[in-house]
């Protein structure tokens, strides 16, 4: 079966202390996303990558980091530096415009919350 | 800044009629726009999708319509059912750079 796993589902931290939460691909696709939904503020784009050892920020980059050492994988790091890192956040790929379609795939999921 | 704006946080519609969700852009190097559907506490699924070159596309009973030239546009429904409340996410897209704008979100109630 092809999709995208976010890992854990559900995640608590203690202020101060830095997390990585996991996205894995197998459909292939090139580009992959991370976004943050917060109540009543949609999806809001944290980072996006287009190819392997290449990310860029998207609009809430501040606290986040990123690596993309494989095409299937995108893991997120939320630090210590995010200051309201409590959220839901998910991961996203597509395949790059031109290649196929524009669709974009997303995860389960994973709740974050710190305190 | 908000690019994508879906100014109506809530729809409910009864079961069977049509379900009209709207969606404002202002960039008009948008090229691809898309509609998601989100249960909580679960990621988007996608609906339904449209180029700029067309103004209409259809699925099913989903329909999508967009007018360019009043950077709008519209996710139709019919008839809807009440598996389809949930809350729909418009997106739009500039393929030149990979970047998905999404909007705030609409919750749509159909009523049984």
């Known amino acids: 079966d092809g999709g995208i796993t976010q890992s854990p589902k559900y995640l608590f931290r203690k202020e101060g202390q830095n997390v990585t939460l996991s996205c894995e691909q197998n459909?292939?696709?090139?580009?992959m996303y991370w976004y943050r939904q917060d109540p009543g503020q949609g999806l809001r784009l944290i980072y996006y990558?287009?190819?392997?050892?290449?990310?860029q920020k998207g609009d809430i980059a501040e606290g986040y980091s990123v690596s993309r050492e494989k095409k299937e994988s995108f893991p997120l790091t939320v630090t210590s530096a995010q200051k309201n890192p409590t959220a839901f956040y998910l991961c996203?790929?597509?395949?790059?415009?031109?290649?196929?379609?524009?669709?974009?795939?997303f995860g389960p999921g994973t709740r974050l919350t710190v305190t | 800044d908000q690019q994508v704006k879906q100014n109506s946080p809530s729809l409910s519609v009864q079961e069977g009629r049509i379900s009209i969700l709207n969606c404002d852009y202002t960039n008009s190097m948008f090229d691809y726009f898309l509609w998601y559907k989100k249960y909580p506490a679960e990621g988007p699924t996608f609906l339904i999708s449209i180029s700029s070159i067309k103004d209409k596309n259809e699925d099913g009973r989903f329909t999508v319509f967009l007018n360019k030239s009043a950077k709008h546009l519209s996710l139709h429904i019919v008839p809807s059912q009440p598996g389809d409340s949930a809350v729909y996410f418009c997106a739009a897209m500039n393929s030149g750079t990979y970047k998905y704008i999404f909007g705030t979100g609409t919750r749509l109630k159909v009523l049984a």
């Open positions: 996203a790929s597509s395949f790059l415009p031109g290649q196929r379609n524009y669709e974009q795939y």
């Open positions: 459909l292939n696709h090139d580009a």
């Open positions: 990558s287009q190819i392997v050892n290449d990310f």
